[in-house]
């Protein structure tokens, strides 16, 4: 079943569906007995999300997905060559993207200090720098006709044993009594996503974290936790957390971090369930008080459906059937523990390739889209380019009809040549508009998948508005 709100932004309205999550859960309880009747009487169902048994795609809800287009892009921090809030507002805005997810990590807020622990009063507020920043960012992204921003969190507070001087998502070993450094460590984490939130009522939805189901994006100072550790560290982050946020704007929508694909979407199932089962098991969170309760630890859950694991385009076409069904089975996860009613963020999804697959621009070959790497230049090539036009349209079709996903944020708006350090030359090619480089007179220049998500996003203007230098 849909989520029964439709596709609305929550902004403003949080405390009210809280309220109602209660009896809601009454009414779906309901609800499932009445349609198990109804199933036996009428045969095997179709699946939830509008693609059919026989892999038709079914249109039903599409009047309802003015909130499914949305953007990420990391504006703070970015490597994007010649980066303009204004033009890359601008640019989400005429594809026609409704929602945008934005970045947001402890040096953006207070610098590179990896070697400080902070103390709770300087964590309790946020330096004018920052806000002005980010307040800039929210007002260029209103201006275009962004309707709900997103901000992703990775914010982990130093404290004695993490503060190595290395960048990352250093957490202390877990460890419940009361002072240890961990205990120390949570209490900073309510007390700076306090301040977070009540310093940019501007944004809606807070997204507590990263990809934290994998120790490249949560790990201890000394080793890399287990899959448990992991859960139960997501689990304690979450409820204090969540906790600080709902006392800096009581109105945003708190949803899980993006959980990755790992390993397929199926190791985000498994790990939605070891989340759930810690928060069942009345052990949680660390401290004194213990919640079985998953209201009081996130609004929503999100996660990075790529297809595949990596988000690399593969040579053969995708089966979009059996994406929907993964993407279904963590679903049903939530609804076996109570949470129909909660919706879904795709915080991240998108395409990009092998980069050595390109053809190799002989000497005065180079054209707008080159890139030069390793002392190679490449170019774009049209079946590449084509195919991923249509791959785009075949997994939007699908999010049409899985009504509970509130929106996705494709990944992402602009390609950016330092970002091979990220996760290998394969980072570079995943936006939709080349990035500026004045050797060829290039500002940002739409690719084909630019033109097809403002076909998908019903979007208008002119995407070649700054695609010259």
């Given at each position: 079943m849909?989520?029964?709100f439709?596709r ?12 109602k999550?209660k009896?809601m859960?009454?009414?779906?309880a309901?609800?499932a007995?009445?349609c198990?009747?109804c199933?036996?009487?009428?045969g095997?169902?179709g699946t ?7 892999g038709?795609s079914v249109?039903?809800?599409?009047g ?5 287009y ?5 504006f703070a ?10 033009v890359e507002?601008y640019l989400a805005g ?20 990896y070697?400080?622990?902070i103390?709770?009063a ?6 004018r720098?920052?806000?002005?920043m980010y307040?800039?960012?929210?007002e ?7 309707r709900?921003?997103t ?5 982990f507070?130093r404290t004695?044993?993490?503060a ?25 984490v309510?007390?700076l996503?306090?301040s ?8 809606d ?6 990809e934290?189901?994998?120790a ?7 080793g890399?936790p287990t ?5 139960a560290?997501?689990?304690d982050?979450?409820?204090y957390?969540?906790?600080g946020?709902?006392k ?7 949803i ?7 390993g397929?979407?199926g190791t985000v199932?498994?790990?939605l369930?070891d ?9 949680f969170?660390a401290g ?5 309760d998953?209201?009081?630890?996130f ?6 459906p ?5 988000g690399?385009v593969?040579?053969k076409a995708?089966?979009?059937v ?12 939530m ?5 129909e ?15 050595y697959?390109l053809?190799?621009?002989g000497?005065?070959e180079?054209?707008?889209t ?7 230049t ?10 991923q036009?249509?791959?785009?349209r ?6 049409k009809?899985?009504e509970?996903?509130h929106?996705?944020h494709?990944?992402?708006l ?5 970002d091979?350090?990220w996760?290998?030359?394969?980072e ?12 060829l007179?290039?500002?940002?220049y739409p690719r084909?998948k630019?033109y ?9 203007g002119?995407?070649?508005a700054?695609?010259?230098?």
């Amino acid at each position: 079943m849909g989520n029964p709100f439709g596709r609305v932004s929550f902004r403003n309205n949080r405390t009210v569906v809280i309220m109602k999550r209660k009896w809601m859960k009454r009414l779906f309880a309901l609800i499932a007995a009445s349609c198990m009747c109804c199933f036996l009487s009428c045969g095997t169902p179709g699946t939830e999300t509008g693609i059919s048994p026989g892999g038709e795609s079914v249109q039903e809800g599409e009047g309802n997905n003015e909130l499914l287009y949305g953007f990420a892009e990391p504006f703070a921090g970015t490597n994007v060559s010649g980066f303009n809030p204004r033009v890359e507002a601008y640019l989400a805005g005429v594809i026609g993207a409704k929602t945008f997810r934005l970045w947001m990590n402890d040096s953006n807020l207070f610098g590179a200090k990896y070697t400080e622990v902070i103390d709770n009063a300087e964590l309790a507020e946020v330096p004018r720098s920052a806000t002005l920043m980010y307040e800039t960012y929210i007002e260029e992204l209103r201006s275009a006709g962004i309707r709900e921003i997103t901000c992703m969190g990775m914010l982990f507070p130093r404290t004695a044993s993490t503060a190595n001087g290395l960048e990352g998502s250093f957490v202390p070993r877990r460890d419940e009594e009361t002072g240890s450094e961990y205990m120390q460590f949570l209490e900073k984490v309510e007390i700076l996503w306090e301040s977070v939130a009540g310093a940019f009522p501007g944004i809606d939805v807070w997204e507590m974290g990263n990809e934290t189901n994998q120790a490249a994006f949560l790990k201890y100072a000394d080793g890399d936790p287990t899959t448990e550790e992991l859960a139960a560290i997501n689990v304690d982050y979450m409820y204090y957390a969540l906790k600080g946020i709902r006392k800096g704007n009581s109105s945003a929508v708190c949803i899980t971090p993006g959980y990755a694909p790992v390993g397929g979407i199926g190791t985000v199932r498994e790990f939605l369930t070891d989340v759930y089962d810690a928060i069942g098991s009345g052990n949680f969170p660390a401290g004194q008080t213990k919640c079985t309760d998953p209201d009081e630890y996130f609004d929503g859950v999100a996660w990075h459906p790529y297809d595949g694991g990596s988000g690399i385009v593969l040579t053969k076409a995708p089966d979009i059937v059996q994406w929907v069904r993964e993407n279904d089975e963590v679903r049903q996860i939530m609804i076996s523990r109570g949470d129909e009613e909660k919706e879904v963020w795709f915080t991240e999804f998108g395409f990009t390739f092998d980069m050595y697959s390109l053809p190799v621009a002989g000497e005065g070959e180079e054209d707008i889209t080159s890139y030069t790497i390793n002392g190679v230049t490449y170019r774009l090539d049209d079946e590449t380019e084509e195919k991923q036009a249509e791959w785009i349209r075949l997994y939007f079709d699908a999010m049409k009809g899985m009504e509970y996903v509130h929106t996705c944020h494709f990944f992402r708006l602009c390609c950016a040549k330092k970002d091979a350090q990220w996760g290998g030359v394969g980072e570079i090619f995943f936006g939709c508009f080349l990035e500026p480089d004045s050797a060829l007179g290039r500002g940002f220049y739409p690719r084909k998948k630019a033109y097809v998500l403002q076909e998908i996003y019903g979007g208008t203007g002119d995407l070649n508005a700054y695609a010259r230098g």
